[in-house]
Each structure stands twice: as structure tokens, then as C-alpha cells.
């Protein structure tokens, strides 16, 4: 079995092995199968502003309808404008598409300013698009025979 062994406790890899609770630790209640819309059952996210990059498909997606489901108003970016509107009309509630190509340091700082113009502080920042761009950047660069490496940042999300 592969894994790191933390004070006496056997944490798993992510290699296909068991994970073994520590004892006393809190369990989550939900799991690989829990739902977007089980996790957030009985949550008023109204008032609340999040920011969802990569806002188009997979868990992006899934993750703006569910948040402006609950009451949040979700800000959604996809590289194209109109991809990211088309994203938002097929939402119920309260969506804001905005254009971002990671790639490119002027649409991020565009992107920044248009949300910095919106007069409330994000609640939630989740960057799904970050990932994605990262690992076609390093793709594209691995196969341009280079080492050097790009992070554009970490994946966070938070319910405030
Ligand atoms: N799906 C899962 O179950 C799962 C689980 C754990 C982690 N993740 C991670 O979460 C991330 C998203 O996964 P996914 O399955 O939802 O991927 P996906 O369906 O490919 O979605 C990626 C999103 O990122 C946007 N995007 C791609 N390149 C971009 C760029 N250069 N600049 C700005 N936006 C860009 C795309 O928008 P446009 O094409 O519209 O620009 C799209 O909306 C991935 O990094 C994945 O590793 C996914």
C-alpha cells in the first residue's frame, strides 16, 4: 500500500487504496457520489456574490447553476463572451457572464477591473478554469520540449 504515514495515522494516496478514518476526526457526510444540489440543500445563498471561472461545462457549470439556484449571484468567465452569456441564459437566477482568457494578462486584468467594478466583494471565488488552463499550458510547453513550468494559481472554493 502506498501512502504517508502522519502521526500514527495511514493517509491513503490517491492510488486506488482504502483511505482509513483517523479516530475523532469529523466525517464529512457526503461522498464522491453527493450532488451539488444535496451539498447545498437548505442554504440561503441570497445577497451573496461568487465568481465561477470556467463557467461553460463539467463542474464549472454545474457549480453556477447551483449556486444561483440557492440565491447566490454568480459571475461566470469563459474565454468567450458569448459562450459565457449562452451559459448564464441557461441558468435560473441571478448570472453575470464576463470575458476571460488566462492566457492572456489583459483580459485578466479586464476581467479583475469589470469585477472590482461590481460594488460587493466576492463571498466565493472558484476557479475551475485555472486548472484546466494550467494543464494545457504545461501540455503545450511539454511538447515544445521546454522544462519550465507555469502556476497560474490554486483552485479555491469557500461558502462564506
Ligand atoms: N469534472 C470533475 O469531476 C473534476 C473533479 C475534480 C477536479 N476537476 C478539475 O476542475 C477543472 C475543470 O474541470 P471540468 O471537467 O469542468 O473541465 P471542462 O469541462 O473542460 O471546463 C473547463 C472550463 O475552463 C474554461 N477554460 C479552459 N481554458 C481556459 C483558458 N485558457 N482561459 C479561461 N478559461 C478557460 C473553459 O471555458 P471556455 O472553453 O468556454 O473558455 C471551461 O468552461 C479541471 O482542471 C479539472 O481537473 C474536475
Known amino acids: 500500500m502506498s501512502g504517508a504515514s502522519i502521526a500514527g495515522v495511514t493517509v491513503a494516496s490517491c492510488a486506488g487504496t482504502d483511505k482509513i478514518p483517523a479516530e475523532g476526526v469529523p466525517r464529512s457526510p457526503y461522498g464522491e457520489d453527493s450532488t451539488a444540489e444535496e451539498v447545498t440543500e437548505g442554504i440561503d445563498l441570497t445577497g451573496k456574490l461568487a465568481v465561477v471561472t470556467g463557467c461553460t461545462s463539467g463542474i464549472g457549470f ?5 449556486l444561483a439556484m440557492r440565491g447566490a449571484w454568480v459571475v461566470g468567465t469563459s474565454r468567450s463572451l458569448e459562450k459565457a452569456q449562452a451559459a448564464c441564459d441557461r441558468v435560473q437566477g441571478t448570472t453575470t457572464p464576463l470575458q476571460l ?17 461590481i460594488n460587493q466583494p466576492p463571498d466565493m471565488l472558484i476557479l475551475l478554469a485555472i486548472l484546466a488552463a494550467a494543464a494545457s499550458r504545461s501540455s503545450s510547453m511539454a511538447s515544445r520540449n521546454t522544462s519550465r513550468s507555469i502556476t497560474w494559481g490554486t483552485s479555491s472554493s469557500s461558502i462564506a
Request: hydrophobic fraction near 40%; include cysteine.
Open 101 to 117: 482568457e488566462l492566457s492572456d494578462p489583459d483580459s485578466i486584468i479586464a476581467c479583475a477591473n469589470a469585477i472590482r467594478g
Open 62 to 66: 454545474e457549480t453556477m447553476r447551483v
